[in-house]
T-cell receptor, first 122, second 112 residues
Framework: AAGVIQSPRHLIKEKRETATLKCYPIPRHDTVYWYQQGPGQDPQFLISFYEKMQSDKGSIPDRFSAQQFSDYHSELNMSSLELGDSALYFC?????????????????????FGEGSRLTVL | GNSVTQMEGPVTLSEEAFLTINCTYTATGYPSLFWYVQYPGEGLQLLLKATKADDKGSNKGFEATYRKETTSFHLEKGSVQVSDSAVYFCALKYTGFQKLVFGTGTRLLVSP
């Protein structure tokens, strides 16, 4: 079965440079979540999108931005990179169903994660 | 706010030992509860889940029961293997747009 695809898998940048990470959700999934996992840390929620609109925002720095495109893939843009941005960045997808004005998960909340993109800032 | 608390690791066991990793949560309402596993150098994989009180999730010999009265979702396995060595994350999520909230993770080390 198709999974969540993230690219690149590894990325090395210098301080103050810019990086872009891409996420391709499972086909038919309309919701994308971005998480950042520092060394030895739990994943921290950054931002999410539903049907190309931002649905929630977490601890995403102002230097970062993200969007979801018409084909549902998402990109996380990181500018003015700092050493502390070195981390594993996960993308996850799910499929939400709109019913009678409410939105529910098709998989009772399960998120499907990609393998992650490891960013190293030197 | 919603949060998940896990026992600190690492948890070090010998092969075939019994495993318990404690997880408690703080939340309003009735979130779904999950255990995710992260093997070295890999991404997050769903291990098991439970969507309502008294549900038991199970997979690969692991089990966890959604206990509303104690707000817990402890992970258990009767006989661990070396290949179970990984970091285990307890997590909760409400339906809809709500994000998945992770605990801090518990590293399990199983020796032969």
């Amino acid at each position: 079965a198709a999974g969540v695809i993230q690219s690149p898998r590894h990325l090395i940048k210098e301080k103050r440079e810019t990086a872009t990470l891409k996420c391709y959700p499972i086909p038919r999934h309309d919701t994308v979540y971005w998480y950042q996992q520092g060394p030895g840390q739990d994943p921290q929620f950054l931002i999410s999108f539903y049907e190309k609109m931002q649905s929630d925002k977490g601890s995403i720095p102002d230097r970062f931005s993200a969007q979801q495109f018409s084909d549902y893939h998402s990109e996380l843009n990181m500018s003015s990179l700092e050493l502390g941005d070195s981390a594993l960045y996960f993308c996850a997808s799910s499929y939400l169903i709109l019913t009678s004005g409410d939105v529910i998960d098709s998989n009772t909340g399960e998120l499907f994660f990609g393998e992650g993109s490891r960013l190293t800032v030197l | 706010g919603n949060s998940v608390t896990q026992m600190e690791g690492p948890v070090t066991l010998s092969e075939e030992a019994f495993l318990t990793i404690n997880c408690t949560y703080t939340a309003t309402g009735y979130p779904s509860l999950f255990w995710y596993v992260q093997y070295p150098g890999e991404g997050l994989q769903l291990l098991l889940k439970a969507t309502k009180a008294d549900d038991k999730g199970s997979n690969k010999g692991f089990e966890a029961t959604y206990r509303k009265e104690t707000t817990s979702f402890h992970l258990e396995k009767g006989s661990v293997q070396v290949s179970d060595s990984a970091v285990y994350f307890c997590a909760l999520k409400y339906t809809g747009f709500q994000k998945l909230v992770f605990g801090t993770g518990t590293r399990l080390l199983v020796s032969p």
